[in-house]
């Protein structure tokens, strides 16, 4: 169901948040116990995105041969790291823009399931292709320890290029930090996701069903 330019555009985004994983972990000394996800303390969004790209890092180092041979274990791998950081249901609603309200609460729940597992396999599969990048993570701007959503910006440096990507962080009711969407050389993923699906919508005319079971088929 996504273009392939959109597709191309998530897998260069997966490329470039794993080659920063691999440049970060040949930078960093061993981690502090203390600066798990599972720390009492709340955390800014900077060391939210580092404590992310840490458990990458396992994830690509010790299960490179999983992805032919047990693609589902280690897409169930990368969605448990994922998982507690990427709004995924949030981002799905954004996605389905005004079909959202129209939609039943299992139609929501349908796509939403859709959207995750297509997410997470089109990162999973980028993170195979990755190159180490040279990257630069911008420190924040002044004292945001107030803020509800900031941006996480990165400066990437690679054999394709330059890149800037854009991690706009999102604090919710709870005090953590989610992801809720990507921004790549100015190309506002969120907003490719959104048209993608109102496009799908108008060919299928509103079949909200057949839009979910359609999301990301083409490639798997």
Known sequence: MLSAGLRLLVVTFSSLL???AATFASAQTPADPASSLQDVQPKGAHAVVTDVTTQMISVIQNNKKMLANQPAAYFKKVDEVLEPVVAFDYIA????????KRATAE??????????????????????NYADSAITVRPPEGDVSKERKIEVLQDVK???????????MAKNKAGSWKL???????????????????QAMRQNKNQYGVVAANWGKSDR
């Open 93 to 100: 609603k954004i996605v389905m823009s005004k079909h959202y």
């Open 180 to 198: 809720i969407n990507v921004v790549l050389n100015g190309v506002n993923l969120g907003k490719s996701f959104r048209d993608q699906y109102a």
């Open 158 to 168: 690679g054999a394709d290029g330059n890149h800037v990507v854009s991690y706009t």
């Open 107 to 128: 139609q929501r729940t349908e796509f939403a399931a859709a959207f995750r597992s297509g997410m997470v396999e089109t990162i999973a599969k980028g993170m195979a």
């Open 18 to 20: 794993f080659g920063f």
